[in-house]
């Protein structure tokens, strides 16, 4: 290994290490701004009441302003330390993978726990829509807040960058298509499709 890439390598553990720290403070007060938040595999699923415009789901279900959704994240930490160990292409494999288990157990939970049978719908904001979620049954809404549109397009973006060791590249390369959208799958869809996954 060059000097380059030793002081490269360095720069971008700081960076992540800096990141993580803020992921942690992000958490507290995303658990200030929900009702809970609950670790389900690679994701954290916080339940909050939706804000802003009533959005329709393909299956006819309408989600108001006030119904409870649950927002998904993708645990950042276990992100990083996959693509530590993994190459992008496997990295993205194993998230993807990790992911549709995930939607499995809120799937069950949604069913069968007293404490999510308010739940109308999973909801997400992602640049990966052409990759990672692709098949695990997501709509995807354009948002249409320009301001929320700018801010989330350069935070995924940066964090695209600080997560995959080609990132940067990726930005580069794909500028155009890194594009966030919203994803949205009612509660009844999610039950549909994981529970028949589940019996199969």
Not at 147 to 154: D, E, G, I, S
């Amino acid at each position: 290994m060059t000097m380059m890439n030793m002081i490269s390598t360095a720069s971008r553990t700081g960076i992540q290490s800096a990141w993580m720290i803020w992921e942690g403070i992000f958490d507290q007060i995303t658990k200030l701004r929900s009702i809970s938040v609950t670790q389900y595999g690679i994701c954290k699923l916080v339940i909050k009441k939706h804000r802003g415009r009533t959005m329709t789901c393909a299956d006819g279900c309408m989600i108001h302003a006030g119904d409870w959704v649950g927002e998904l994240h993708l645990d950042n930490r276990m992100v990083l330390e996959l693509s530590r160990t993994n190459g992008p292409e496997r990295t993205a494999l194993m998230t993807a993978r990790m992911l549709r288990k995930s939607l499995e157990q809120i799937s069950n939970e949604a069913e069968h726990n007293p404490e999510l049978r308010t739940l109308q719908a999973l909801s997400g904001i992602t640049l990966l829509h052409r990759g990672i979620i692709h098949g695990l049954g997501f709509e995807l809404h354009p948002i249409k807040s320009k301001w929320l549109r700018r801010w989330m397009t350069f935070y995924l973006r940066f964090l695209l960058r600080v997560l995959n060791p080609v990132g940067k590249q990726r930005v580069k390369q794909n500028t155009a298509k890194l594009v966030p959208m919203m994803l949205l799958m009612s509660r009844e869809s999610l039950i549909h499709r994981y529970r028949k996954e589940v019996m199969l």
